[in-house]
Every structure is written in structure tokens, then in C-alpha cells.
């Protein structure tokens, strides 16, 4: 696509519930990024994906938190027994491989856990 | 470990005038350098970057940026605001060699230009 598409847009969830977050990167480009933003905040590191290699996950703030990238596409960030704390903007980028290469953002989802 | 310092929460500056926000970077190797700018209820968007060769870029909407290796900075300047240029900026780095391979930001600038 154009851009990279993050869906949904907008998502409130109960406490406790798990949730699912999707990525849809620009084509071509093997890197991978998920960050968290917090309102009007900076962006929180949280995983990062590189063509076949190992992700890094360093930045995960619990085990709660997973990420996985089918195919070296498409990517899902699934939060399980969501926690207040856990409201914020969650945001996804890509880019070509080299370090040199900026990242481009999608829209993120707004996640609202009540 | 790779880290950015963004030292002004905010910075005003009237409609005209010159301005600067500050950026500090800290990497193992040599870095490469992004400024990023998010308006309101939009996403990041690319403003310039630095990777090698000569130490002033330029990038989009008229914003120039400087790497400084010796006094490991990249501060973002325009010679002239806009009110539209009202926005939150972020700083970001990523060694260039070795270390984390993902973009490490900076915790942001919120830039007010006054009419």
C-alpha cells in the first residue's frame, strides 16, 4: 500500500480483555517497528522486527505483551489481560533494511481500556 | 546503549523569528540522526535526516538541522516560523554500527509560534 495501515483506529476494551493491534507495513520494506505514546507524550520502544533475524524485544514492558510478524508482512501486537496502564496510542512504522533509513509511521490505534 | 535528550519541553517563538530545537544523542559508534514531526490528532512524519557527508541537511517545510560530533548534538532550526509549524517534534537516533538497530527517540518538543 501507500502507507503503513494500522487497524483498528480506535479501540476500547474492558479490563482484563485481551486485544489485538495490526500492522500493515509499505511493501518492500523488511523492518519493522511497534512503539507506545502516551497522551501528548514521547514514543516508548517496544519491539522491532528485521527481516528474518530475531526480533528485538527488549523494549516489552511485561509478558503480557507479545508481537509477531507473518511472513515478514503483515504484524499483530496482542496485549493479554489488559490493564489501565496499558491506555495509550500504540504506533507502528517501517523501513528498508539499512540503518540509514527513516522510519515511516501509520495513523496508530488508539487503545482505551476501561 | 543508545539515548537522545530533547532538554526543552516546550519552546515558544513569534511568527518571523528564528528557531531552534535542541537535541543531545548519545551512541556507541557514529549516528545516524532524524528529526520527526507530529501534528495534532496526525502521525510522526519524516523532517530530515542526517547520515553522512555535510553537516547541515535540510528537509522538509524549510527546517535544516546541524550535526555537531563534538558536542554530540542535532539541533533542528528554521530561519523563520510559521504558526503552522506549531507541532510536537521528536529527535531519534540509531547507531551506526552497531547496538539496538531500532529508532531510540527523544521524549519531545512542543514548539509554539505565536502570531
Known amino acids: 500500500g501507500a502507507g503503513v495501515s494500522q487497524s483498528p483506529s480506535n479501540k476500547v476494551t474492558e479490563k482484563g480483555k485481551d486485544v489485538e493491534l495490526r500492522c500493515d507495513p509499505i511493501s518492500g520494506h523488511t523492518a519493522l517497528y511497534w512503539y507506545r505514546q502516551s497522551l501528548g507524550q514521547g514514543l516508548e520502544f517496544l519491539i522491532y522486527f528485521q527481516g528474518n533475524s530475531a526480533p528485538d524485544k527488549s523494549g516489552l514492558p511485561s509478558d503480557r505483551f507479545s508481537a509477531e510478524r507473518t511472513g515478514g508482512s503483515v504484524s499483530t501486537l496482542t496485549i493479554q489481560r489488559t490493564q489501565q496502564e496499558d491506555s495509550a496510542v500504540y504506533l507502528c512504522a517501517s523501513s528498508l533494511e539499512g540503518r540509514g533509513d527513516e522510519a515511516f509511521f501509520g495513523q496508530g490505534t488508539r487503545l482505551t481500556v476501561v | 546503549a543508545q539515548s537522545v535528550a530533547q532538554p526543552e519541553d516546550q519552546v515558544n517563538v513569534a511568527e518571523g523569528n528564528p528557531l531552534t530545537v535542541k537535541c543531545t544523542y548519545s551512541v556507541s559508534g557514529n549516528p545516524y540522526l532524524f528529526w520527526y514531526v507530529q501534528y495534532p490528532n496526525r502521525g510522526l512524519q519524516f523532517l530530515l535526516k542526517y547520515i553522512t557527508g555535510d553537516n547541515l541537511v535540510k528537509g522538509s517545510y524549510g527546517f535544516e538541522a546541524e550535526f555537531n560530533k563534538s558536542q554530540t548534538s542535532f539541533h533542528l532550526k528554521k530561519p523563520s516560523a510559521l504558526v503552522s509549524d506549531s507541532a510536537l517534534y521528536f529527535c531519534?537516533?540509531?547507531?551506526?554500527?552497531?547496538?539496538?538497530?531500532?529508532?531510540?527517540f527523544g521524549s519531545g518538543t512542543r514548539l509554539q509560534v505565536q502570531p
Open positions: 531519534a537516533v540509531r547507531d551506526m554500527d552497531t547496538g539496538r538497530r531500532a529508532l531510540t
